[in-house]
C-alpha cells in the first residue's frame, strides 16, 4: 500500500505561535486532505486540495499540495488553544479500484500551552 | 441531526463473544466505510461497500463481516472476539459517483466505537 510520513510526530508550542507540519509520499496523489480528530471524535476535516500546487486557507489554516503531487503542508497561524488535537493528512487517488480509499498518515499530536 | 452515527460508542465484551457495530448516515451519500486506529492512532481501512456493493476489502480476519442494508447503512459484526480487536472502529461515508473523477470524495467520519476486549 501507499506509505505516507507525516511528521513531526508531535509539537509542544506556546499560544500565539505558529506551526508546520507536512506528509510526504512515495507515490502521487490526486487529492490531498487534512483532518482533525479531536480526544473521543472521530476526523473532521480541515482542508481539501484537488489540484497540484494549490494553496488553500480556511481561517488560520492553510494548506499546499505539493508540486510533484507527492507532498502537502499544513500551517496554523497564532495557535489558540482549541488548537490541540491530532492532525492527519491523507492521500487519495480517486480512481478505478482505488475509489473513495484514504490513506493517513500516522497524525501529528498537537499540544499548546496558555 | 448527527451526519454519521455509530452505535455503541463504548464496547466492553469478553474473549470469544460476537458483537456488531452499527452505523447509519442521513448525508444522502453512496460510499460508507469502516476504519480501525489502534492504540498508536494509526488509521488504516477495512471495507467500503459503494451502492451496497463491496469495493474495498482490506486484509482483515475473516471473523470480521460488513453487511449493508442500504445505502444509508453499514453494519460490522465481529465473530469469537480477539483481545487484539480492541481498538476504535470509525464509520465514514462519502459521495463517490459514477464518474470519481467528478465527486469531490469527502469522506465524513462517525464519532467512533471504542472496543475493549478483556
Known amino acids: 500500500g501507499q506509505q505516507l510520513n507525516q511528521s513531526p510526530q508531535s509539537m509542544f508550542i506556546q499560544e500565539g505561535e505558529d506551526v508546520s507540519m507536512n506528509c510526504t509520499s512515495s507515490?502521487?496523489?490526486?487529492?490531498w486532505l487534512w483532518y482533525k480528530q479531536d480526544p473521543g471524535e472521530g476526523p473532521v476535516l480541515l482542508i481539501a486540495?484537488?489540484?497540484?500546487?494549490e494553496l488553500t486557507s480556511n481561517g488560520r489554516l492553510t494548506a499546499q499540495f505539493g508540486i510533484t503531487r507527492k507532498d502537502s503542508f499544513l500551517n496554523i497561524s497564532a495557535s489558540i488553544p482549541s488548537d490541540v488535537g491530532i492532525y492527519f493528512c491523507?492521500?487519495?487517488?480517486?480512481?478505478?479500484?482505488?475509489?473513495?480509499?484514504?490513506?493517513f498518515g500516522r497524525g501529528t499530536q498537537l499540544t499548546v500551552w496558555p | 441531526d448527527t451526519a454519521v452515527s455509530q452505535t455503541p460508542k463504548y464496547l466492553v465484551t469478553q474473549m470469544g463473544n460476537d458483537k456488531s457495530i452499527k452505523c447509519e448516515q442521513n448525508?444522502?451519500?453512496?460510499?460508507m466505510y469502516w476504519y480501525k486506529q489502534d492504540s498508536k492512532k494509526f488509521l488504516k481501512i477495512m471495507f467500503s461497500?459503494?451502492?451496497?456493493?463491496?469495493?474495498i476489502n482490506e486484509t482483515v480476519p475473516n471473523r470480521f463481516s460488513p453487511k449493508s442494508p442500504d445505502k444509508a447503512h453499514l453494519n460490522l459484526h465481529i465473530n469469537s472476539l480477539e483481545l487484539g480487536d480492541s481498538a476504535v472502529y470509525f464509520c465514514?461515508?462519502?459521495?463517490?459517483?459514477?464518474?470519481?473523477?467528478?465527486?469531490?470524495?469527502?469522506?465524513?467520519f462517525g464519532a467512533g466505537t471504542r472496543l475493549s476486549v478483556l
Open positions: 465514514a461515508s462519502s459521495q463517490e459517483g459514477r464518474n470519481s473523477l467528478s465527486a469531490k470524495n469527502i469522506q465524513y
Open positions: 486540495l484537488y489540484k497540484a500546487g
Open positions: 491523507a492521500g487519495q487517488l480517486n480512481r478505478g479500484s482505488t475509489l473513495g480509499r484514504l490513506y
Open positions: 461497500y459503494n451502492n451496497k456493493e463491496l469495493i
Open positions: 448525508l444522502g451519500h453512496d460510499t
Open positions: 507515490s502521487i496523489f490526486n487529492t
